[in-house]
């Protein structure tokens, strides 16, 4: 039963990964063509990331197959019209009328990778044990930009169990700089050292032996 559950949430997340390229693509183009692409992606971005993260019960209900687009729009109109940029409100009601606003994270972040590409950006996810000032975050991006060569969008997240330091994940490259993972490195060399002391005082007490 577990296994097939898994195959669909699989499915379901490819599924949503196409999609969300789909709609993103179109979305970057629409916004490019009314100049407002910098706004867009970063409304977008907003919207997904500080009122949804913030209010999961208003991402279920808007995103949610149940209702009609008939009786999403006017809380679509209520809640964004008027503080939201014009394009990305017409895009929101185009996914409303395709029952595809549950796919919005996805789009979010296929518009983002996109944009990225556009600009010429770096995608950079920084984790920390704490969450950093703004004064920090733009110390470490003026770093990043200046050792990278390329603008950054900087991502960050908090994780205590790193302990203390800092992750930095640029693609598929990881830099591990936490006190966590110099600990475990120590704790490897340790052991290491200690299988080769162990060796070479059993491989002189054998050669005692033969004596």
Known sequence: ??????????????????????????LLGASEASGDTDVV????SSLVHDVFDKSPELEKWIGSMRLSHEQRLPVIDKAFAGKMNPTLLTFLKVLSRKDRIDCLRAIEHSARQLYNDLRGKLEVHLKTAEPMTAEVIDT???ALVANLGHEVDLKTSVDP???G??????????IDGSVANQLEQLRRKTLKSSQRQAKDALDRFTATDDE
Request: zero cysteines.
């Open 140 to 142: 470490v991006t003026n």
């Open 165 to 174: 330091g800092l992750v930095i994940r640029i693609g598929d490259t990881v």
């Open 1 to 26: 039963m577990a296994q097939a559950d898994n195959k669909e949430n699989q499915t379901f997340d490819l599924d949503s990964e196409r999609v969300g390229g789909v709609y993103a693509k179109a």
């Open 41 to 44: 992606i970063e409304e977008l």
């Open 161 to 163: 169990n790193i302990i």
